[in-house]
Nanobody, 131 residues
Framework: DVQLQASGGGLVQTGGSLRLSCIVS????????IGWFRQAPGKEREGVSC????????HYADSVKGRFTISNNNAKNTVDLQMNNLKPEDTAVYYC????????????????????????WGQGTLVTVSS
């Protein structure tokens, strides 16, 4: 099995920054995709960003483009999400997840890998942006 642990959430003012980290452990064979998702109170879970291990390609939701940056930190076995210029609407519990299905990774564009297709999930970390 693979384990993921998200951290780095907290309380920040509008316009501030936070850096989330997703620690990935366990045996992974082949390529994988790490995704960040968020769920605000009363809303459905939505995809924020994802990154492919094979070529480092990334995808961002329109709502975070230009403000959030996802990156692989291979030395620490983490996938980080740098969040800048935070807005109150970014308030949510943020989750990281991993997709390891090799066929899916090869055939489906990053933008179309939905939350239901990810194999393992970490616990969430709460991000609160005050206005």
């Amino acid at each position: 099995d693979v384990q993921l642990q998200a951290s780095g959430g907290g309380l920040v003012q509008t316009g501030g920054s936070l850096r989330l980290s997703c620690i990935v452990s366990g045996r992974i064979f082949g390529d994988y995709v790490i995704g960040w998702f968020r769920q605000a109170p009363g809303k459905e879970r939505e995809g924020v960003s994802c990154i492919s291990s094979s070529d480092g390609s990334t995808h961002y939701a329109d709502s975070v483009k230009g403000r959030f940056t996802i990156s692989n930190n291979n030395a620490k076995n983490t996938v980080d999400l740098q969040m800048n210029n935070l807005k109150p609407e970014d308030t949510a519990v943020y989750y990281c997840a991993i997709e390891v299905n090799q066929n899916l990774i090869k055939e489906v564009p990053l933008s179309r890998i939905g939350a239901g297709q990810y194999d393992w999930w970490g616990q969430g970390t709460l991000v609160t942006v005050s206005s």
